[in-house]
C-alpha cells in the first residue's frame, strides 16, 4: 500500500552536479518521497526559440528516481526566458498606470497574450514529448501560483468585451441589467466599455472584469494540462494560494488533482481546517499540500518568527489527517542567490540541516507508521459549509461594512464548528448536497451561482437543515437588488420579512437570546418581521427595531432553517451551531481547546486524527478504548488529553 | 405663509412607471414637500448628439406635482453621456500621472475642455426650453458637488497661464512676486510655467494653480446659471460638500440659492453649526440643505453606524432652526443596482421604510406646526467668525505646524462660541462688518483680500472688538512674508512687536493667564513684546520668550483689538470668548452642555430654537418663560432642561 | 591661529542692497565668521545661456570681505535655469512611473545627462574663473545635499549596462554570478537588462543599481572638483546628507574637506557622535559642519518644537569637539517667499533676531576662547567601529529580518561606546586599522570590499581584538550567499560553524550569559556550534538550539575575535563593550548619563571636551584636577557634575 508523500521543491538548475548528488543523499536521510521540480526553469530546457535542452532535467530525474525519490514536474510558464519579451514585448502585463512590467520576477506575462500563450504551447508540448511517459513522474504541476495579475492590455480588453457580449448579447441588455442609466453611464456598443480601472467604477463592471481575468487564467492553465494529457496519464494540477479570486472550483473541474501552498504560522495554523476541508471537496482525489515552509518564509527579509517545537510536525500532518495524501516543503535547499535569500528550507545554502530537520525526519516516520490507517480510510462527515469563489469577489467589490473580508468572515463559522467538535466538508457553490444533513451558508451575498438556490431549495424540502446568513441571499448574480423582495429565496422560504439592515458598532443597539442571555455581534444586524420562532431579537436601539428577530428558526417541508442575521462572535457562534446540530440530530465530539478531531472511515478500519493547533493543553472526549497508531500507546474511553501540538492517529 | 421644504433626492430614470407611483405615494405619506431630480440623467435626456428625450421627465414632474410635491431639478453635467467621449477623448480629466480618467463615475471631465463646455451649453440650454416655465419647478440645481478635479490637460495649463499674464502683466513681475531668484526657479515667459505637479513646487504656483483650477469650476457652474436665466426666474444654485477649496462666496456671488451637502455623524453633529452659520451669510435668501443622510452614507460598503433614535430629527432640524428653508435627503430610495448600493436612504431598494421613517414623518409635522415661527423670524446675531477660501487655500499649502487643516482649526473657536452661548454669523472675506459688534478671525494666514484689511480696520476704529490670532495677518496676498513688519496690519494698529513665532509640544513652553492660572495650548505660540494690556505671557521656556505676552488687549480707536498668539483649547477660548464678550457688552444665554441656542427675531414675534448636539442632557437659563411651538408645552423662567438630541421652537 | 568657523547659509540673490548691510552687520553682531553663498543662484549668475553677470556676487563676497567674514562658495548645479529644460527637455529626472519631473524645486535633472553636465561645466568653469584667486573665498561647496534620484532615463540605463560589462566582461558571467537561472532570469546580451524598477527583481541587479546610480552622483561631483581645481587652491567638498546610499568614503576620495548637513533633534542629538565620528576618518582634514539649524527645520510646516535652552550650544559645540573646525547654521535669513518659508533661521523674514540669537553669540565668543586648544590638539581614540556604504546598500535590499535599517543598527553599538565612556571612530571599508586596538564591525552582511577582509585578518593576527556580527560576514560582495561555508572568513579563523540564523521575537527563544544573568536579544540569532570560549548560549526554545552557542571568544593569532550572533539590548551592549574593552587592555572614562567625552591631545596640550547631549544630569571621574577653559573655573580630580546641554573644554 502506498503512502502519504513527504515531498519538497527543488531547483536542480542552480545546483553543480556534486551537490546534487549530496541533496539527494540527504533528502533520503530525512526521509522525503518526491520532488518538485521544474517549475522555474524555462531558459535551461530552452535556451534560444525552438532548441531545447532536457538531457540535464532527464538526469535529475533518473537521479532522483534511483534514490526512490518519485517526481511532480512543473510547467516552467510563469516564467519565460528573455528572448520571448525581446521578440514581443508586449507580452509583459500592462498595469492600469501604462507601465509595462520589466523581466525580472514571476509571472510578468499576460495570459491572454497569443504570442506568450505560443511560446507556452511549444515549452508543454516538448516536456510532454519528453517526460510524458516517464514511470517516476506522478503527477505535473502546471505554472504556479496564478492570480489576479492586473493588466489592462488590449488582449485583456477583448477578452472582456467579448465575454460580455456572449453573455448579454445586447448592449441595451447589458445596460439594463448593471442599471446603467444611474450616472447616465450606458454605452452605446461593446466597444465603448473600457477596462474596469481608471474611474470610479460600479460594483457590475468591476464583478466582470474580474471574471474576465479570472478566466483568462482558468483558460491559460486549462490549455496547458489539455497538451499535457495527449503525453501522460499521471494526474494534472495548478498550486494555488489561500485565495479565492481565481475560481477554485471552475480551475479544478478539469484538473486531476487540487494543490495548494500556503505558509501559515502559530497564530493563524486552526485556519488550515478550512482550506484542507474545502481543498478536500473539490475533486474525488486526494489533494496535495505542494508548498509550506519547513521554518519560515522570507523574501529578502524573513516575515516570521521562530516557531515552537511542535509545529512543523502538525503543520505537516493537518493536510493528511484531513485527507490530503501529500505534504511538501518550500524549499528543500535555501537559494545560494537571487529572490527569496531569506527563505526557511529544509538545508541551507551552504548543505546544514536546518533546526527542523528532526521534526521532519520524524514525521516521515510518521506516515510510514499511519500509511495503512491513512491510505484504506476516508474523513467522514456530514456537515458542510459554503464558501464560493463569486462570493468571494462579489464581498470584495460589495462588502456592505467596512473590514468585512469574506474567507475571514467565513472562518468565523468556521472556528465554531471545530471548537464545537464537528467535522464537516466547505463546499463550493457546485458541491451536490445529499450527503449532507446540515449546511452553513453565511456571507453567500449571492445564492444565484448555477442551480444553487433551486438545490439547496430541494435539499431543505427534503430534510435538510440550513443555517443561512448573515448577508445571504440581498443580490442577484451580477451584484443587484432585488427590487421586489429583500431576498431571493429566503424570504419566500420563511415567511420572514427582512425589515432592516443595520451597521453596528456593538454598543447602541443591543440583542439577546431568547433565555435571556447577551447575543454579542457586531458590524452589521438584519431585523426580521415575526415568523417561525424568534431565538434572538433586538432588545435595545433604535425603537423600529426592538423586538425585531435577529435569529428565527422555520421548517420548511422536512427540512428546517435558521436565519441569523448578525455577526456572532466565537461564543454565541458556538451556540448557533449547538442548536444547529441538536435540529439535525448530529452528535459532536467534546474537546477543550483548539483540537481539530478528525473521524476516518474505511472498508476495514476506522478511527480518529487529532491535531492540536493552538500550542495549548487540549481534551477530547473518546467514545472508546483507542490506541495511537504512532506511539503505540492505548488510551481509555473517556477524556484524553492532548499536550502543545500533539498528533494522534487512534484506531478502535 | 410657505413652510421649509422637506426634500429627496429622487433618480426616476432607475425605476419603471408603476414604482415611481408607489414612491410618489410613500413620499405623500412621509411628508415629503420636495424632490430633487434630473442630476445625472442626461443619456435620458439626450440619448444620442442633439437628440432630446424629456417626455419622461415632464412625466414625473407633472405626477410629482399633481402630488402637490415640487421639484428642484438638475443639471446632469456632471454625467456626460459615452458618445462625448467617444468623439472627444480629450475631454477626460488627464491626473498628473499622465492617466485619463476612464468613463464610468461622476466629474470625469474636465471643466475647461471646450468640447466638454459645449455640450453641456446644449443640454442645459435644452433643459431651460423645456422646463424654465414649469411652475412646479422652485428650483434649479447646476451640476453636482464639485471640487478641485487635479485635471493637468493643456487646457487647464493654458488657462493657468492665462490667468497668470492678466494678473502679473509680465514674467519679471510674477518672478519678483515670488522671489524666483531662490532655487534658480524664474521663468523667462511665461510658456515656461508648468502646471503645479511632479516637483516641489513653491507656495505661490501651488496657490495661484489651485485658484486657477477653482476659477474653472466656478465659470463652469456660472455659465449655466447664465444660460438657465434665459429661460426660468426660480433661484438656481449649486450643492457643494463641506470643503472650501472652491470658493463659496465666489461661487455663490452669482447664484441665488446657496445649496449644501453634508453626511455628519453624532460625534460631529456640532460642527453643522458652523457650516449653517457660514452658509446663511453667503446670500440674502435662505440657504437649502440639498442633502443629507436619512440613515448613513455607504459606497460599496457603509461607511458609519447605526444613530441614535433622535438624530435624524435633530439632523433634519438644525439647518432650518440656523436659517436656512429647506431639508432634503439623498436618497428616497436605495439604488437597486450601480454605485452607492449601501448609501442609506428612506425607501429600500424593494419600497420598504427604512428605520427612521416615523423620525422623518414627525419632523415634516413639525415643519409645519413651526412654520409660522420660522418663516418670519430670521436669525439674530451681532457676533461674527471668519472663514476664508483664501486662507483655507493657504494653509493647506502651507499649514505653518503639522496637523493644522483650517476648517478644523476655526472650528475650535465656533466650539468655545457655541459653549459660550453665543448665537452667531460665519463670514467671508466680503462680508459687510457694520452689523457686528464682536468679530473672530482666527488662522488668517493673510488679511490681503480684496479690501478686508481696510474695512477691518475702520470698523475697529469705529467700536468694534477684534480677536485677532493665532497665524493671523503674517502672509500677503500670495503667501508670501512681509519683510519690513511681520505682520500686515496689526503690528502697526497695536504697537506690539511679533518677537518669535514659536512650534510648541504643550510641555516645555508654559503660558499663564494675569490671574496666574495656566493657559493650555499646543501647536504654535506667537510671542509679543509688550504694549497694550497683557492678558497671558510665557511663564516658562526658553529664556528669550519668558516674560512676553502670548494673549494682549489694545485700543484702537473706540475699538478693541485682543491679540492671541496661540491654539487654546476649549476651556481656554472659551474664556478668551467670555473675555470678549465682556469688551464687546454682549450678554450670551447661559447653557450647559452642547446645545445650540438660535434667537430668532421677526417683525410680529420672537423666539429661541433649541438643538442638543452632543447626545446628552444639557440645559439653558431662559430669560422669560416661554412655550415649545412643536409639543404646546410651557417652560418657566430659569433654567430648562434639555433632553438628548432635543429640539424646542420656543416662543415667548 | 585661526579659530573654529561659525557660518551660516546666506542668500543675498533674494535681498535688496540695503538689506545686505545690514545682514552683514548683524552677522558681526553675532559673531559669524563665514557665510556660505551661491548654491542656488544659477540663473541670477547666467541668466541666459553664456552670458554671465557675477558683478553682483562679486560685491557681495567684497562686502563680506570687508566685514571680515570669510566666504564658501557653492557651484549652483542642483538648480539649472528654465532655459536648460526648455533647450533640452530630457535633461529632468525620468521615473519609474514615466514621468518626468517639472522646473520647480531642485536635483530635478538628470546626473548622467549630457547636456546638463555639459552646462554644468560652463557654470563651474566660469565661476572658477571669477572667484577661482579670491582671498576672500576660504573653501568651494559643489552642489548641494546629492542623493539617489530614481531616474530611469536612457541615460541612466546606459551607463548601467556599461558598469556591468566592464565588470562582468561577459553576460554568461554575470548571469552565473547573480544565480540568473533561478527564475529563467538569464540575459542573452548586456542590452536585455533592464532598469531595476517596475519588476519584483533580484537582489544583486538591485545593487548593482544603487552602485551605477551612486557612481554616476560621484562622477557629477568629481567633475566639477576637478574643473575647480584649475582655478583655485582652496578646499573643495560637496555637503551630504546623513545617509550613506551615495558613498561617503568614494565620494570623499577626491574631495577636500568632508561637508555634511545635519537637522538633529533633542531627541536624537546623541547621533550626532557617530556622524561625526565617522566624518573625522574619511579625510585627513578637520570636517565642516555645513548645515545645522539654529532653531528648528521646516519646509511649509515646522517639522519640530522649540528646543529646550542650550541645546543650539551644544549642537553647534559637538562638530568642534569631536574634530571638525566649522559650524554653520541653515539658514541666516528666513526666506521671505518661496520655498521653506517655515524653516528656522538665526534672522526673521523682517531682519529680527530669533530666540537662540544670544546661544549663538556666546558659542561664537566660546569658539574664540577655546581656539588654542582646539586648534592645537586633536581627538584621541585607538578604538574602531566599521560602517560602510556598500553594507548600508546591501541591507537596504536585503535586510534579513523586518525593520533592520543599518545606520540604526550600527548606532546601537555606538550608543554602547559612547556610554562605556569609550572615544572612538566610526571608519570606512578602505579605513587602515594599524592605529586601532579594538574594532567593531557590527551588521557586516559582506567584509567583501576591497581587500578589507585580509587586512581585518592581518590586523588580528598582530594582535587586534576583533568583536565582529551579529549579521557579519554572511554575503560576499554582490549580496549572495557563500555555498561551501555560512560565512566568509570567520568560520574559518574562529573554527565555529554557525548552525543556524534565527528570526527571534524575544520570547519563545532564551539566552543567557555564562555567569547566568539573561541576555536581552531581539529580531535575530546566530546560534554557533561550540568552539572558543562561550560568553553567552541560548538557553531555551527549539530543542536544536538549546546549548549552542550566542557570543563566542577565540584566540587569533596574537589577537582576539568575539563573535556576537545577536541584536543586544542596549545594557548588554554595553557588557559585551566591556568585555571587548578587557580584552583589548583600554581603560574608558567612567561616565553617568549620556555625556560624549572627547579626549584630545597635541603637541604642547591635551584635554577633553564634555557634551552632555541627553538633556539630564550627568557626571564624569576626572582623572586629575582640570580647568575649564570656557568659564575659567576649575575641577579637583574625581567625580564631576555635568548640567544637561553641558559644554566643558578641560585642560590639565
New interface residues.
Partial sequence: MKKPFMGCAY?P??WAEE?IDYDISMMKKAGITCARIGE?????MEPERGRYDFKWLHDVVDRLGEAGISVVMGT?TA?????LI?EYPDVAVLN???????????R?CCSNNPRYIEACDSIVHAMGREFGKDKNIIGWQIDNEIYLQGCVCGYCINRFRNMLKAKYKTVDELNR????????????SFE?I????????????LLEWRKSQCDAHIDFIHRQADILRQYTTAPIGTDMMPVNGVDYEKMNEKLDVVMFNHYNVPSNLHQLNFWFNYLRTLRDRPFWNTETAPT?N?S??????????GFCRVNSWLPVALGGEANMYWLWR??????E??HGSVL?????P?????EIQQTCEEFERASDFIMSTMVDTNVALHYTSLNYNMLE??????D?PYTHSVMRTERALVSAGVCHDVIGARADLCKYKLLFSPYMLTLEDGDLSERIEQWVKNGGVWVAGPMTDQRNS?????????MGILERMTGV?L??G????GC??KAHWSDGSELCHEKWVE?YSAGGETLAEVTK?????VGKSVISKFNYGSGKIILCGTVLDVKDCVRLVNTALEEAGITAYKTEGMLTVVPRVGDDMSGLVLCECGYENAAVELPYPMTDVLSGRHFEAGKMQVEPYGVYVLVK
Fill in positions: 531547483y538548475e542552480d551537490q522555474f526553469a524555462w531558459r535551461k516552467p516564467t519565460p526566458p528573455i528572448w525581446r492600469e498606470s501604462g507601465i509595462r512590467k520589466n523581466h525580472g520576477g514571476r510578468h441589467q448593471w442599471n446603467l442609466n444611474l450616472f447616465s453611464q450606458a454605452y452605446d465603448d473600457p477596462p474596469a480601472v481608471n474611474a470610479w467604477h460600479n460594483p457590475h463592471i519560515w522570507g529578502t527579509a524573513i516575515g516570521q518568527y521562530l516557531k515552537p517545537e535555501q537559494h545560494w542567490a537571487g529572490h535569500l531569506m541551507s545554502p551552504e548543505g546544514r536546518t533546526h527542523t530537520f528532526g467589490i460589495q462588502p456592505l461594512v467596512a468585512n451580477i451584484g443587484a437588488h432585488y427590487t421586489d423582495r429583500a420579512r425589515e432592516y443595520i451597521p453596528t458598532d447602541y443597539l431585523c436601539g433604535h425603537s423600529a427595531l
